[in-house]
T-cell receptor, first 111, second 111 residues
């Protein structure tokens, strides 16, 4: 069963507006979360991470929010740019070395 | 700086054939991972290594073997390929347990 879920397969946003990508997880033992961006025919690129001791982490235009009680995290991109158009994956890990990935959300930023 | 290089980029095999996928990294990373990505699914961990000479099973290890004889190389072997192993395979490496740098993938088709 999928332990990390991204329920929106796709999202379209106007350039300059905020993009919000969501991710839910089921395992309460997960304590470290990551977001990756992937362009076609390339490998994923690490974007930003957050540990469970925080509820927010910011890096430039990218902010990740973590709601542990809801087992939910989100990635905010502000302002969105056409170059942000890609597939975004969230991933989660607990005490072991395994990271569990969501199925991805395809973001299209419309110029 | 090449980062993570996967060889080959594409391959077509017949059922029952064997092959080895090579992953090479030039960043002196301890951790290396092999993932597969299938349509509608996230990346799933096949095997990983936390250092030269060590390997461990991931989420979907059946039908695959790995070796890490040199720190910079992580090999993924299919002893007897099956159509269910048709997938895109990604290798990743990192200094710590978070998979940080990915290769561009190997597209493998098994007929």
């Amino acid at each position: 069963d999928q332990q990390v879920k991204q329920n929106s397969p796709s999202l379209s946003v106007q350039e300059g507006r905020i993009s919000i990508l969501n991710c839910d997880y089921t395992n309460s033992m997960f304590d470290y979360f990551l977001w990756y961006k992937k362009y076609p025919a390339e490998g994923p690129t690490f974007l930003i991470s957050i540990s469970s001791i925080k509820d927010k982490n910011e890096d430039g235009r990218f902010t990740v929010f973590l709601n542990k009680s809801a087992k939910h995290l989100s990635l905010h991109i502000v302002p969105s740019q056409p170059g942000d158009s890609a597939v975004y994956f969230c991933a989660a890990s607990g005490a072991g070395n395994q990271f569990y990935f969501g199925t991805g959300t395809s973001l299209t930023v419309i110029p | 700086n090449a980062g993570v290089t996967q060889t080959p980029k594409f391959r077509v095999l017949k059922t029952g054939q064997s092959m080895t996928l090579l992953c090479a990294q030039d960043m002196n990373h301890e951790y290396m991972y092999w993932y597969r990505q299938d349509p509608g699914m996230g990346l799933r961990l096949i095997h990983y290594s936390v250092g030269e000479g060590t390997t461990a099973k991931g989420e979907v290890p059946d039908g695959y073997n790995v070796s890490r004889l040199k720190k910079q190389n992580f090999l993924l072997g299919l002893e007897s390929a099956a159509p269910s192993q048709t997938s895109v395979y990604f290798c990743a490496s990192s200094l710590r347990k978070q998979p940080q740098h990915f290769g561009d993938g190997t597209r493998l088709s098994i007929l």
